[in-house]
Structure formats: structure tokens, C-alpha cells
């Protein structure tokens, strides 16, 4: 028989059906592996063993005396705060949700503390993910620690652990630090609308989708804007990039949708006449707003951390390493691979993990 089992954002197994009474059932069967899930299902549906009381639909599906577990919270968050409306890649959001609750999935909400935040933070070390990976994940539990705080689960949330990330040019930014960091802009912008914050806000989005550096698009006039095969793009001339090499950067739609109000704006025939000091300023301020509303801490990131995280994307989207060369301007593909194709066992376990 068909078993009406299905696999929860954490890697859980769970399985619905109707009991000797007819009451509607749904029961983790505590396990990621889906063989052992299926044989604990079929031997539920037919009575073999008997279901735990606790776990009905409607509940928590990890829910133990005393409180709410991390993974039921995970999973509250995914279907509320973090769903696909507010972030820009699910599966990302689903697969840190899977590792993390493999090591604190069953902890109760209010007793993780400051020392189960350094253990969670070794953990990951000993795992074999880098600086930047562990600090990914440990903001992910810090936002839902957060949550947690806002719906009075909790008093206080505890202290995160430092994290050093050496290599900040190797640093990628991730969908939720995304979403994070133009939340954190349009709440500027509602405070602050006669400052530049919306022309800030296109800014980012260029650096981000076209991979420039800074002082490209602070260059940037209309013209450069050209069609090619029908499709937007940036005709970036000599004596405007680091190689002195003209080269074409393709405009995402995002991109465009920002071209109308900066023609409206614009002086002196830029779009973005503002100077790299005024960028940094407002990035810095940026920076300091998510840090004190401590929803994460994004200090290691700088304004040429959107290229490096552009490009990555693109050679993980599956673009041939040539055209991402281009793409970058770099001298040569020897220079786009040293920089972009360089992995750890925690992206090894991260890609396993997605396929398992």
C-alpha cells in the first residue's frame, strides 16, 4: 500500500492517517531515514504499535513536557516568518533547518543558553563548515531565538558566540542576510525619506544581481544601457573598469525596475551621483541597524561582498566558468576559479545532505 507519509523542512518523517476511531492522526515517526519511517508507518496503520497520545494533528509535532523543542520552532517560523514570501530561497531556509535540528532539534526553546549557543557553534567547527558557513547558521538560530522572545516563549535571548571570519573576501551573503539587509533599508526609508535610502536601496540591488564593483554603477549613465537580443544589458566602456577592458554585464529584471526612478533623479547625467564615501556611510549605518535590532550581525560583510556573492550564484546556478569570467572581468578563468570554486567538508555535507 501507498504510505501517506511525508518528510518535515528538519528531515523528520511523519505520517497521517485515521486511527480505530476514525480520529485523524498525525504522528512523527522520528527518523530521517524513510525506510525505517516506512515500516514504523505501516506498522502504526495496522496497529502493530501503538501511536503516542501526545503527538495529534493540530499539535506541535516535537512538543515534550515542558515547552516547545527548537525544531517545533524551526518549523513555526518556516510557516510564518521565514516563509517563501519573505525569503528569496526556501531551500536554503529548509536545509539549514535540517542540520540545525539534527544537533538541536530536540532542546527545549527555554534551555538553550549560552552554553548550548558555544557547544551548537563547536559543533559545526568540528563538522568541518567554515567561518563564514557557521556564522550563516548560528545567525539562523539566533533568528529564531528572536522569534521566540517576540511570542513570550522566552524572556531573554541568550548570548550568540563570537565568530571570526578571517577571509572576509570569501564571504557570501546569504538569501535570509538578503531579505534582512533591504528590510533593515525600507525601514530607514520610512524614517527617513528625504534622504537618498531608496537611491541606496537600487544600489544594492545592482551590486547584488550584476556583480559590479562599487565604482561601476557609481559611473553609470542611461546610456550605457543597451538591448542586446532583446534583453537589457550594461555596456560597460573602458575607462570605467578595473581592466580597462569594456565588457557587458547583464540587468536583471530587479535591475531594471530600478532605471525609471533613477532617470528621474538623477544630475550630471548618473545615475547614482553619489560619491563611494556617501555608499560607505550609508552601508555602515545599514550594518549598525541589524546589529542593534538583533535579528543578526552582518559586520564582516562590505559593499564588495555583493560581488563575490553575485558570481558564486552564478557558477552555482550552473553558468560555465568562462562566462562568469567575463561576466567578472577578470584577466583570465584561472583567476574566476582560484577565487570561486574552492569548497570544505561542511559544503560537501551540505550538498550530500541535500540529496540524501
Not at 38 to 47: E, N, P, Q, T, V
Not at 77 to 85: F, Q, V
Not at 245 to 260: D, G, N, Q
Amino acid at each position: 500500500m501507498k504510505l501517506p507519509i511525508s518528510q518535515k523542512p528538519s528531515g523528520i518523517w511523519f505520517v497521517d492517517f485515521d486511527d480505530e476511531t476514525g480520529k485523524r492522526r498525525r504522528v512523527s515517526l522520528g527518523t530521517r531515514d524513510k525506510a525505517e519511517a516506512s515500516k514504523l508507518a505501516r506498522d502504526l496503520i495496522l496497529g502493530k504499535i501503538e501511536p503516542p497520545a501526545a503527538q495529534t494533528t493540530g499539535q506541535p509535532a516535537r512538543t515534550k513536557v515542558g515547552g516547545l523543542t527548537m525544531a517545533a520552532l524551526f518549523d513555526l517560523l518556516l510557516k510564518d516568518e521565514w516563509s517563501a514570501a519573505r525569503t528569496k530561497s526556501q531551500r536554503t531556509v529548509m536545509s539549514n533547518i535540517k542540520i540545525l535540528s539534527s544537533f538541536i532539534g530536540d532542546k527545549l526553546v527555554k534551555d538553550v543558553d549560552d552554553e548550548t549557543l558555544v557547544d551548537l557553534k563547536t559543533a559545526l567547527e568540528d563538522k568541518g563548515y567554515a567561518p563564514a558557513t557557521v556564522k550563516r547558521k548560528m545567525d539562523t538560530v539566533g533568528r529564531a531565538l528572536t522569534g521566540a522572545k517576540k511570542r513570550k516563549l522566552i524572556d531573554a535571548r541568550p548570548t550568540m558566540p563570537v565568530i571570526v571570519v578571517k577571509n572576509e573576501k570569501d564571504r557570501v551573503v546569504s538569501p535570509e542576510e538578503e531579505a534582512l539587509i533591504f528590510q533593515a533599508v525600507d525601514a530607514r526609508m520610512a524614517r527617513e525619506p528625504m534622504r537618498q535610502w531608496k537611491r541606496f536601496r537600487a544600489l544594492l540591488r545592482w551590486l547584488i544581481d550584476g556583480g559590479f564593483r562599487l565604482s561601476e554603477p557609481l559611473q553609470a549613465k542611461p546610456s550605457w544601457i543597451i538591448e542586446h537580443k532583446g534583453r537589457p544589458t550594461l555596456s560597460l566602456p573602458p575607462e570605467a573598469t578595473k581592466s580597462g577592458k569594456a565588457r557587458p554585464v547583464p540587468l536583471s529584471k530587479a535591475i531594471m525596475e530600478t532605471v525609471p526612478y533613477l532617470q528621474a533623479i538623477m544630475t550630471d547625467d548618473r545615475l547614482f551621483p553619489m560619491t563611494p564615501a556617501t555608499a560607505w556611510y550609508m552601508w555602515d549605518t545599514i550594518r549598525e541597524d541589524i546589529r542593534l535590532g538583533g535579528e543578526g550581525n552582518i559586520d564582516d560583510v562590505n559593499l564588495h561582498t555583493f560581488r563575490h556573492t553575485c558570481l558564486t550564484r552564478l557558477i552555482q546556478a550552473g553558468m560555465p566558468l568562462h562566462f562568469v569570467s567575463r561576466w567578472a572581468g577578470h584577466a583570465n578563468t584561472v583567476i574566476t576559479e582560484q577565487r570561486y570554486l574552492r569548497t570544505n567538508a561542511g559544503d560537501l555535507w551540505d550538498a550530500f545532505e541535500s540529496v540524501e
